[in-house]
């Protein structure tokens, strides 16, 4: 049982986890990170979305300005992962568990801050896939700094690493654009 382990291990330990509190509804993209299989890939989906609808509000507000499009664009994407930290420290002590799984805003913040290398007009289908795909492959891989960056305490280590799968897959994105594969 996914749930149990992810929670502290037995099912009263899920039983005793307080979903509905602030903090776990938010950090579990209001219950989404519940799901049994894969949390982190439907948090990163969830990310998709978000991604699109941040990049949309950022032009609204900056008048169509491309340069202050994207300096509103890093604001409010650097807001929510910035956000993020107390949200998942608290979050993880309810739940009792350094880094619980169901715990994936993580992955939802780290989706719209890979695509801060890629302006919103061209974030095709085909592009939000590679990033989705990309995102996925680093956050599950860890290469370096990843993994050392999990180690952070609390909240900074669950948002840091996908932070750094983020910037992966920003680079990525930016080769694979610059060379004209997508």
């Known amino acids: 049982m996914p749930d149990s382990a992810e929670s502290g291990g037995s099912p ?11 903090t776990v509804f938010l950090a579990t ?3 989404l990170g519940r799901v049994p299989f894969a949390p982190g890939t439907f948090g990163a989906l ?46 993880a002590t309810l739940m009792g568990r350094k880094d619980p799984g169901a715990i994936v805003l993580d992955e939802v913040a780290s989706m719209p801050l890979a695509l801060l290398a890629v302006p919103p007009f061209a974030r095709t289908p085909q592009l939000l896939a590679v990033a989705f795909v990309l995102l996925r492959i680093f956050d599950i891989g860890k290469p370096f700094p990843c993994r050392q960056l999990e180690r952070l305490p609390a909240g900074l280590g669950i948002m840091a690493d996908d932070w750094a799968a983020a910037a992966w ?14």
Request: a positive charge.
């Open 46 to 91: 969830l990310g998709l979305p978000l991604a699109l609808a941040i990049g949309w509000l950022s032009d609204r507000v900056a008048a169509g300005e491309p340069v202050m499009t994207h300096v509103v664009e890093v604001g409010l994407v650097v807001g929510l992962c910035l956000a993020g930290i107390p949200v998942c420290s608290r979050a």
């Open 169 to 182: 897959t920003a680079v990525c994105l930016a080769i694979a654009r610059w060379q004209h594969w997508i």
């Open 12 to 22: 009263a330990a899920t039983a005793r986890v307080p979903w509905f509190a602030p």
């Open 29 to 31: 993209a209001f219950g």
